[in-house]
């Protein structure tokens, strides 16, 4: 019988070496949102995104960069229309309500970034953000569902599930080190 003296160290080597490659790029699913981490490749610092999963429309986005010097995730709320018409949907720096559950809200803005380019299809899209990241956060915490509004016409623009919410905002604060305090 023949031994090979390196043959343990090498599966350690190769073990870690499959350990390391996975950690660059992970996913999870918590019910209605999906998490994603990926190593920059520039910083060597961890990026997550944790992204409501139901509406390819409507979607509420938390990014976080390990290492960042803001203590928690920016919010992005994105609304991309559901057929090409390449025109604005609103106007830059339009007011929105962002409400919770029928009954709490708060205030918000949007950034037009049309044209959105989708299976390269210029789609007509804007990103909503809220005035203050933290309160949004813990409304998001304690809520089931989050609406959004035209604050000058009432105009619903989309409405989206935050359950699962929680479990992704956790998995940020494990994997980028964002802030836990304040929001639960």
Same mark, same amino acid.
């Given at each position: 019988?023949?031994?090979?003296?390196? &043959?343990? #160290?090498? !599966?350690? /080597?190769?073990?870690?070496?499959?350990?390391?490659?996975?950690?660059?790029a992970e996913t999870w699913t918590f019910k209605d949102w999906n998490i994603s981490t990926t190593k920059?490749?520039?910083?060597?610092?961890?990026?997550?995104? &944790?992204? #409501?999963? !139901?509406? /390819?429309?409507?979607?509420?986005?938390?990014?976080?960069?390990q290492g960042s010097e803001f203590s928690y995730p920016t919010i992005t709320f994105r609304h991309l229309e559901v057929l090409p018409r390449h025109e604005p949907l609103?106007?830059?720096?339009?007011?929105?309500?962002?409400?919770?559950?029928?009954?709490?809200?708060?205030?918000g803005t949007?950034?037009?970034?049309?044209?959105?380019?989708?299976n390269g299809e210029g789609r007509t899209a804007f990103d909503g953000y809220p005035y203050n990241n933290e309160l949004a956060m813990t409304s998001m915490a304690q809520g089931d569902r989050m609406s959004a509004i035209l604050t000058d016409d009432g105009t619903k623009i989309f409405d989206v599930s935050l359950s699962g919410f929680v479990a992704s905002y956790l998995k940020i604060v494990?994997?980028?080190?964002?802030?836990?305090?304040g929001i639960f």
């Open positions: 019988m023949i031994k090979f003296p390196f &043959a343990k #160290t090498a !599966a350690v /080597v190769l073990v870690l070496c499959g350990t390391a490659q996975s950690a660059e920059n490749p520039t910083t060597g610092k961890m990026d997550c995104l &944790a992204v #409501t999963s !139901a509406d /390819v429309e409507n979607q509420v986005r938390l990014t976080y960069e609103l106007w830059q720096d339009a007011k929105l309500t962002f409400i919770f559950d029928d009954s709490s809200e708060f205030s949007t950034e037009d970034i049309s044209p959105l380019m989708i494990e994997q980028c080190g964002a802030e836990r305090d």
